[in-house]
């Protein structure tokens, strides 16, 4: 009881008390709730418009509504261009799984095309991103999957998904690419296109991060080096802190699990890597995930 209680402060303490993550309601999101609006035309904003706004959700709908259907839900995506939210939701009511995309989150000068698309992956992920997942005040386990699994499923799976028929290599030419992140996909993977992207996983992961980074307004930097030095003593279910977002965005990007086994919600180990299973690279960071 000790260790759950000192975690729960740490984290409640780093949000300022409001250690809140996507509920089985749909009302709370990727992120802690805030106050920030960015409303269409203002200035200072990403680069994303309207077009490319509905060319990233929909290019992920129509990867996902097949893939979900077969698990019995009816993928619906809310465009909510010019809602000024800074925020991404997911929810499920009967049959029909919603991901609701709000314009003001796009819109936000951290975030690029790619970081939106791992937005998108992200509250898919709450879907069919398998264990661990959400559990109700009582113990009780709900439909989402919680939120660092969903990080992990968004570079694990997702972000694979929506990459893979482009021409990747080409693509992170044209990118300014730090040399952590050159030197880690290049040392993980041998093949051009799977080295590249890895690339693009992590870019995105830290346009992300970047968001929660600023809302958040810390002073350290992030880090594609220096990996958060938190450790739980058990799963924690809300939102970790930006470089431990950024830390497992990292490691889906470089996990080498088949893309094709799914993630379920009764086995952490199936489809991914795994320490439990011998491994220890691409595997979920210790500072929200605790192996059972």
Known sequence: MRGILSIVLLFTSALGGKAKACDRYGKTGIMEDNDLRIYVGQKGGSKIDEASFNKVTGRLE??????????GGDLQILRKWENPKVNAYALQRGGVWYVSMFGGLARHSAIT?????????HEIGHHIGGAPKK????????????????????????????????????????????????????QTFKDPTERALCTRSQLAGRSVSGLFHSLRKLKDPLSFVKKSRASVVETYHGHPQPQCRLDTYISGSIC?????????????????????????????????????
């Not at 095309?113 to 992956?121: R, S």
Request: glycine share 6%; with cysteine; net charge positive.
């Open 62 to 71: 129509k990867i996902y509504r097949p893939i979900i259907a077969k698990r």
């Open 113 to 121: 095309e790619d970081g939106l698309a791992l937005v998108m992956c």
């Open 135 to 186: 559990t109700e005040q009582s113990g009780q386990l709900i439909w989402a999957t919680n939120e660092g699994q969903a990080d992990y499923f968004a570079t694990l799976k997702c972000l694979r998904r929506y990459f893979e028929r482009d021409d990747n290599v080409r693509i992170v030419r044209r990118l300014k690419v730090p040399k952590a992140v050159e030197a880690l996909c290049k």
């Open 256 to 292: 080498k699990a088949d893309l094709e086994v799914p993630l379920v919600s009764y086995d952490a180990d199936q489809g991914v890597c795994s320490r439990r299973l011998g491994e220890s690279e691409g595997v979920r960071p210790t500072c929200w995930y605790k192996p059972e």
